[in-house]
């Protein structure tokens, strides 16, 4: 499992937690359970990026290893 930080409105958390409390769920299961939905629902097989296991260590190795710069340094490194 990979942890990740999640901005939530007041409200949609306050509802999810009580959600939670009634069915004996912690957040993160109620949102993993959200997210596998709809991605089930709105992901077509076809549409999904088809990566060989080489491309795939590659782009993983990026994710993990190379400094991710914001855009507005990028352009004003770029004077643009």
Do not use: C, Q
């Amino acid at each position: 499992m990979k942890r990740v930080n999640v901005i939530l409105e007041t409200e949609l958390y306050d509802k999810a937690r009580v959600v939670g409390f009634i069915r004996k769920k912690s957040l993160s299961e109620i949102v993993r359970d959200a997210l596998r939905d709809w991605l089930r629902t709105n992901v077509e097989e076809r549409a999904e990026l088809a990566l060989s296991e080489k491309e795939e260590r590659r782009l993983l190795k990026i994710l993990a290893e190379d400094d991710f710069v914001p855009l507005d340094e990028v352009k004003k490194s770029l004077g643009l």
